[in-house]
DNA sequence: CTTGGCACTCCAGTCGTGCGAGTGCCAAGT
DNA sequence: ACTTGGCACTCGCACGACTGGAGTGCCAAG
């Protein structure tokens, strides 16, 4: 029971300096929170945490705050992911309800979780590599250079303009359409990829060259990482909760965020069903050490197409942002599973 | 000649401003830049310049600062755009050149545009208005659903679903990509949206409805605003430069720049060959009334397609800005001629 | 019209000082 | 074995006074 109540201490203490933003004390923290024991008490087990490094404080007799493993410990053990209220349920189906354009999808859902977690929300582009091909459209431009349209089942659309070694024509561009739909529509583009391989070897001689460059480009444009890797990054005012001394805390951040490579590691390493929670410095970003990132995989029915989360500071609202992502997960999952 | 030397004085003055970020005293003046007068003489011309409103000072007994004026005065008469270097644009060419792909044009001038004036880029895609059809595919989702995809000569490429009234067959489907892309193909999409409205009159009675539906929704995605409201901003960690207290002029600012539709006025309103700048409260943002904007149209042959510029504090490297937004529209626009 | 001189202003940084929040420890109480 | 009130102690921080310096405006002389 003793243990509990440290525990209590603990909750109490993040929450406190959550909404505070200040170091809190004994004192306080026994009249905001009803524990039924007195400063004195509060502050024995305010030593025991200190010495099991969940708090700290930042110089002597000022309050304590949490030290990422403080964050860490109430994440796992003293949080529960909170339902939205049907209220906001509602205003997220509402918010999303309207898009009917992928692009839509995606932007909607990042203003959408800036706007409820008042963080910097990050939203990940469905993934290729589960996708199905939907159709492969090519496009004449001049006479040697077309463009091909790769379109996802996801609502992707990839494109490409290739130089090809032959004058085209609309015959050869036929046929060429013809055959690169045969093999690849319908297809898991990893299945599409190995189809399109074999085809110049099943065409006439003098428009295998053509047949290669061709295949090639699609299949560079399937297997592109550079799709996979579109990001959206909204909500960045609200870095401003930061505090102050832009320079050496928001401007790393910024930049870390302007950085999509980066990002993409960030949300890579999320699995699809939990809310996963990086705290401090134990993500693999160096500039971000500052911060949290709460994220989750989403996407259609049973396996993860591609990921979402907010970036924030440590200290920040773990419950809360936790229950957000999950929402609009599960809402944008649903909203990609119909169309 | 008096006047010669008061505009040598608002030259100084802004430029020892603006390297600073410090206002700037009569004596440092004649230190730095070789006016070959003394400070008290200076101090006569800096009065009078403050009679005119082109300078001010914070407090009494402090340097001068620029006011919004004079640096209107500025650029407008004791600037002129410096070429950029051989070096320069070596390096401008080789960083867009790699791009094979709109976006990729788009992202990389971000990026450019950002580099090298460290300020925040803005650059919004081609506008469709002025460009033409290359291409509609549609292709079946399923029974009651296709998907539209429009293929422009800018490289755009615009995506609708339609729900169809009736069902679906390869025939029907094949029949309305013909007549479709026999209307509009080659047009620009203003021409094009009318010669589509007549088709629907064309066709037997039992599929009107249907093309009437699809008609409307190619026409929609090519009048769509959406598209042309599409801009990418980068370099939003420069805006440290601005100093601290982040909360009352950063954030504003990062605010603004989350508005879409918002910057695309800012962009709107510039002339396809020459420099725009809009200084401080100039601006139709009153959330941008403590920055400037240096902004160009640019594209492809003659007309402007779209618009690109920097968002920078007022105290900004005006010719410098100038001179690489001019340099980077230009390069794009020669990009996008050739794809 | 320029220039040196001079009195004046006012910001910014420094140094003390006192207050208050918060702590740790101890002895007494339950 | 915990809890609790008391108490001395520690610092950070806000506040105020002070001062140095940069900069100005004005004036009278060149």
Redesign the interface.
């Known amino acids: 029971m003793i243990e509990d109540r440290k525990l209590a201490v603990l909750r109490a203490i993040v929450e406190d300096y959550v909404a505070t933003q200040e170091p809190v004390g004994s004192k306080t923290l026994v009249e905001r929170h009803r524990l039924g024991v007195s400063p004195a008490t509060v502050r024995n087990d305010m030593a025991a945490l200190e010495d099991e490094g969940l708090i700290a404080q930042p110089h002597t007799s000022a309050g304590r705050i949490p030290t990422d493993k403080g964050y860490r410990f109430f994440v796992d053990r003293l949080t529960t992911v909170k339902a939205m209220s049907a209220a906001e349920k509602r205003a997220i189906a509402g918010f999303l309800e309207g898009a ?3 692009d ?1 999808v995606v932007q909607r859902s990042v203003r959408l979780l800036a706007q409820l977690t008042q963080q910097v929300a990050i939203v990940q582009y469905p993934t290729l590599a589960k996708s199905t091909v ?2 492969v ?1 090519l ?1 004449a ?1 001049s006479t040697h250079r077309l ?1 091909a ?1 790769l ?1 996802l089942s996801t ?1 992707r ?1 990839e ?3 290739i130089e090809v070694p032959v004058e085209l024509t609309d015959d050869l561009l036929g046929d060429l359409r013809l055959r690169v739909n045969a093999a690849a529509a319908g297809e898991r583009i990893s299945e599409a990829a190995t189809a399109l391989g074999a085809l110049p070897e099943q065409v006439g001689h003098d428009v295998t060259p053509t047949f290669t460059v061709v295949v090639a480009a699609v299949v560079e444009a399937m297997s592109n990482h ?1 799709s996979d890797e579109r990001v959206v990054v ?4 609200n ?2 909760r ?6 050496q805390t ?3 951040i ?2 870390a ?2 950085e999509h490579v980066v990002l993409l590691k960030l949300l890579g390493e999320t699995s699809s069903d939990l809310v996963t929670v990086r705290i401090g410095a134990e993500g693999p970003i160096d500039q971000l050490s500052a911060t949290s990132v709460v994220a989750t995989g989403y996407g259609a029915s049973d396996d993860a197409l591609s990921a979402l989360g907010v970036v924030g500071p440590t200290r920040m609202d773990y419950p809360g942002s936790m229950a957000a992502v999950r929402a609009v997960a599960r809402y944008v999952s649903t909203i990609l599973d119909e ?1």
């Not at 930061?242 to 320079?247: Q, R, V, Y």
Request: hydrophobic share 40%.
């Open positions: 009917h354009d992928l839509d939907r159709h459209e496009v431009l463009l349209v379109i609502g659309v494109q490409r303009v550079r909204g909500g960045t005012a870095l401003a930061f505090g102050d001394n832009f320079d928001v401007k790393p910024l930049e965020l302007e169309s």
